[in-house]
């Protein structure tokens, strides 16, 4: 099969199509035809070198989300059958590149990956496993009243996006920063205020819990109440202990329940997401160049 891996750190231009053998899959595990795989900026910290645990030895294969087709099935392989429709996830913070979704064929666990709805495209689909779990994830980490305030940064991405969308529909109070010339997207995910990407934080008024998907940092910071919660995707600077916010990371972790459930809210058109472009696996480096860039309305996607 061919795969793109990333040979070295550094620039996008490390990216190469390489020859792998073809896996198979074994106990416990299908064999998926790749249709769709999703480049996140976790991809890009990945070939730079900048994961948690320190850099990983190329050559290594990037890529968490994928959706495709079931082309054979190990021993234990449950109810999955060739033809089968699947979107899932590689737990990449454990493959760490030894089995990415930068390829034709993947050997998933089962445990990886959720049934693909007719009539959600494999490319649609990509774009949900990482960012709505770490979405939903850091909306439980919040541990919110009924009814609460809270701002989301970065809710023209994906990350954002889904939470924006996941704590309105729980019935909060959403403020959200818009993207430029992308507010009124974010203003139809259902929040109650769109922020400009370029309003100083602090003029908002401070509200109880902040999650800052982006992130910004210190700007984000001053938009929590005193007594607060700051959720990041990212290490951020701590904030001054004095005003007992308490500072958490989100750190994702696979469900394959809650992956269901969302796959199915995307699929009756109960959350939304979106494709910015796709582009074929062997133009990854310049999926990568994009992503880099910033300003993309949605997610890169490379299809075979």
Same mark, same amino acid.
């Given at each position: 099969?061919? #795969? ?17 053998? &073809? ?27 900048? !994961? ?10 990037? /890529? ?14 449950? &109810? ?17 590149? %030894?089995? /990415? ?5 993947? #050997? %998933?666990?089962?445990?990886?990956? !959720?049934?693909?709805?007719? /009539? ?44 924006? @969308? ?7 109070? !959403?403020?959200? +920063?818009?993207?430029?010339? &992308? ?11 769109? +922020? ?9 008024? @401070?509200?109880?819990? !902040? ?9 984000? %910071? ?6 607060? +919660? ?25 469900? @394959? ?36 860039? /910033? ?10």
């Amino acid at each position: 099969m061919q #795969a793109v891996a990333v040979t070295a750190q550094g620039g996008p231009e490390v990216l190469r199509v390489v020859e792998r053998p &073809d896996p198979v899959p074994g106990p416990g595990q299908v064999l998926v035809r790749v249709l769709a795989a999703v480049v996140h900026p976790a991809d890009v910290a990945a070939r730079l070198g900048l !994961v948690p645990g320190g850099p990983i030895e190329p050559p290594f294969l990037p /890529g968490w989300d994928f959706a495709g087709e079931v082309v054979e099935v190990g021993d234990d392989g449950g &109810d999955y059958r060739p033809g089968d429709r699947v979107v899932g996830m590689v737990p990449w913070y454990v493959t760490r590149g %030894a089995v /990415g979704a930068y390829a034709e064929l993947i #050997a %998933a666990d089962t445990g990886w990956v !959720v049934p693909l709805p007719d /009539g959600l495209s494999p490319a649609v689909a990509a774009t949900v496993p990482l960012n709505a779990l770490t979405a939903r994830q850091a909306l439980d980490l919040m541990e919110l009243p009924p009814a609460a305030t809270l701002l989301v940064t970065g809710a023209s991405g994906g990350v954002g996006g889904f939470a924006a @969308q996941l704590a309105a529909r729980a019935g909060h109070r !959403v403020l959200a +920063v818009a993207g430029r010339d &992308d507010e009124d997207w974010v203003r139809d995910l259902g929040v109650a205020q769109v +922020v400009p990407k370029d309003a100083d934080l602090a003029d908002v008024g @401070q509200v109880p819990a !902040v999650l800052d998907a982006v992130p910004l940092a210190e700007s984000a %910071a001053k938009a929590v109440a005193d007594g607060g +919660v700051l959720i990041t995707t990212r290490p951020t600077p701590p904030v001054d202990p004095a005003r007992g916010i308490r500072q958490q990371v989100v750190l994702i972790r696979f469900d @394959q329940a809650l992956l269901r459930e969302l796959i199915v809210e995307v699929a009756g058109g109960r959350l939304r997401t979106r494709v910015a472009t796709t582009l074929p696996l062997a133009r990854a480096a310049e999926a990568h160049r994009i992503v880099e860039a /910033g300003g993309v309305r949605g997610k890169v996607v490379l299809t075979p």
